[in-house]
């Protein structure tokens, strides 16, 4: 383990090399797996399971929540954490990528962790970790992934938490966070994605993430979804005997109004029949919000409106639609298809200013539609890359064609 040192001379491990610690196993195992295998033969999440339970972290209590889907898995996260925290639940979120900050991705009650705090439990989880990593075959790894979920579920029981909230990774059937045995299961809208990693078709891109329903739990909830996916959840759903709350069916989101300060949606199921309010700009954020009361009024029944509300008021989602004080006024989002960008650009028509679009897709998303989907309304396009050594970006002369 690469560590720094103090002025005293004494070593120790700083927030830069405890990041660069998680990525470890993954880097030393990447020259070794062989290219083009889908995830179910190069991710290995029993790994993970290992560590929690050398951790004596319990893998069922507090009980948690599971949320994955193609788009809106973060956003669905923060305003479910958000309304578990109305209710009164000292509630842990555990999201990813960050935006801005590594330590985004571990919050209680919103509050990120510490980075100190951050740093201590990357140093507790390390000596786990080493171990496992001797025995390892060379092209074995444990994720990033489940090292970072680790530090948060030690985090959060510190904290004493009573209520998870825990968001996939790109799939569900061998992503770390799957180990858990959470007590419900979030589906946004799934779409296809990923067809190197979770399988050729959008079915197989499904199938893979559903793997989120296990038998046991007590309910799954998932958006409104393109008809073939709705009758694969379903039939999933019965084979595992998981109840299924399906948006359009078991429950409904109709937008009222929307613009970039928010949306207001009225929201209709079996418990209620009520109009709310989310500070998220962009329609989509009122469907993620319906799902998220949906699943809120299933883990607390008889939670009220006023409650739901005040929840909803304190969601916050940086980078998704955000607009940015100042003039001209700057919107900041995370498009990476084509779907997701349509959403971007019936907020933007609203809008009246001449539009210019700074643009920076990675090249394993769909950045030809959501270039396809923008570029008309703008008066100019500038195309830019991030300094991510784990991103790779299309080529402008791909671009420019």
């Known amino acids: 383990m690469i560590v720094a040192t103090d002025r005293q001379g004494a070593m120790k491990v700083d927030a830069y090399h405890a990041i660069k610690f998680i990525y470890q196993s993954y880097v030393l195992a990447q020259p070794h797996i062989t290219p083009g295998l889908l995830d179910i033969y190069k991710r290995h999440p029993g790994y993970c399971s290992q560590l929690l339970q050398d951790l004596d972290l319990d893998l069922s209590q507090p009980p948690s929540a599971l949320i994955t889907g193609s788009k809106g898995k973060g956003s669905t996260s923060a305003i479910i954490a958000s309304l578990m925290q109305s209710a009164g639940h000292k509630t842990g979120l555990f999201t990813g990528p960050h935006l801005v900050d590594f330590c985004e991705r571990v919050r209680v009650d919103w509050q990120k962790i510490p980075e100190p705090e951050f740093v201590r439990l990357v140093e507790a989880v390390i000596p786990h970790v080493e171990t496992m990593q001797a025995s390892m075959p060379r092209h074995h790894y444990l994720g990033p992934v489940g090292t970072v979920l680790a530090v948060a579920l030690l985090w959060f029981k510190e904290q004493g938490t009573d209520f998870h909230v825990l968001e996939c990774g790109r799939g569900a059937l061998a992503d770390d966070v799957n180990v858990m045995a959470n007590r419900w299961s979030v589906l946004t809208p799934i779409m296809f994605e990923h067809p190197g990693y979770l399988g050729p078709t959008l079915l197989d891109i499904a199938a893979n993430k559903m793997a989120v329903v296990k038998s046991g739990q007590e309910l799954c909830i998932s958006y409104r979804q393109d008809p073939e996916v709705a009758r694969l959840l379903k039939s999933m ?141 703008a008066e100019a396009v500038w195309l830019t890359a991030a300094s991510n050594a784990h991103l790779v970006f299309p080529p402008a002369e791909d671009v420019l064609v």
Do not use: H, M
Not at 280 to 302: H, I, K
Not at 306 to 312: E, F, I
């Open 237 to 377: 759903c019965r084979a595992v005997q998981v109840p299924l709350k399906l948006g359009g069916e078991d429950f409904s989101v109709q937008v009222v109004k929307t613009g970039p300060e928010g949306s207001a949606f009225a929201y209709q199921s079996s418990r209620r029949k009520s109009v709310f309010k989310v500070p998220l700009a962009g329609r989509f954020q009122a469907f993620n919000a319906g799902v998220a009361v949906a699943l809120a009024e299933e883990v607390v029944p008889g939670i009220d409106d006023d409650v739901l509300q005040a929840g909803l008021d304190s969601s916050r989602w940086p980078g998704r639609c955000e607009l940015v004080a100042g003039t001209p006024p700057i919107i900041l989002d995370g498009a990476i298809n084509a779907q997701s960008a349509e959403y971007l650009r019936e907020l933007l028509a609203e809008r009246e200013e001449p539009l210019y679009i700074v643009l920076g897709v990675p090249a394993d998303k769909d950045w030809q539609g959501v270039i396809r989907t923008l570029a008309p309304a």
